[in-house]
């Protein structure tokens, strides 16, 4: 198979990282990737939650962000650019990153799976850009683990990551705590103002 220049130099770069002697707090330690940049509505969630914890996004290796936790991002297809999936999943845990978050759409949705099989034992959360993809997302056979979420709930995803990295990390637990606090406040705020002003003042009041 030929590979494109622009693949090539994506897998280089991913190899000369794996191979590079960083220091492991400034590389990144959540890996978001997407079969196609037409996932990235549906992946902004992740996005959102990691930058709302905090986590910072890596473009440049060479030059990291402050923050001590932090993302990259990539457009990785399954299916148009195979030898760049097994680049990516070959070199994660060598380039320092602790867990995948992977979302795909369509009926063949395979980029999540076979990244959690290649990155094993690299914990990967898999997301089903599409209610058509939930299936070809988890369906792995025993043995080939993967932890997955509902379709589209990229926002869940990355909770879920951040959850597996605060095992090690006491301060990421504090965040994740105070994120679910802010959201308890949230509804409990709502539900004060629903009952005290009636559900037709708030209705008029919410609109
Ligand atoms: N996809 C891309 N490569 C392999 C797969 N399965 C998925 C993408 C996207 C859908 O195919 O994750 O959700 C359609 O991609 P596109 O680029 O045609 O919009």
Redesign the pocket.
Known sequence: MTRSQAVQDLIDLLRAEADAERDPAATPDVGVI???D??LDVMEGAHEALTELGFAEVTDYDDPPEARFSFETYVV????TPELLYAYGETARDRGLDVIIA????K????PNMTASIAYPLPVVGIP??EKSVDSVVGMPTGAPIVAVDAGKSFNAALSAVQILARGYPELEERLEAYHDDLQDDVGEVSRRLHGEGTDNFRENRD
């Not at 063949?108 to 980029?111: E, G, K, M, Q, V």
């Open positions: 997407m079969g196609s037409s996932d297809s399954a299916h148009r979302g795909a759409g369509g063949s949705a395979d980029l850009v599409q």
